[in-house]
């Protein structure tokens, strides 16, 4: 199974943050990685909830 190539750069900073600075910046883009991931995923399922003036 090929990487795309996105996953692959997405793969070599998390390792590269790492290993420069612990921790603490991956956690950092773990956890703003996730909170976009909410607000994109409240935003599409609310969409579908919007009234049409139709």
Request: charged share 15%; proline share 2%.
């Amino acid at each position: 199974m090929e990487q795309h190539p996105s996953v692959a750069w997405l793969t070599e900073a998390a390792t590269s943050a790492v290993q420069q600075h612990g921790a603490g910046n991956l956690l950092r883009v773990v956890l703003i990685v996730m909170v976009l991931g909410c607000v994109l995923t409240a935003w599409f399922l609310l969409r579908g909830y919007k009234q049409k003036d139709d």
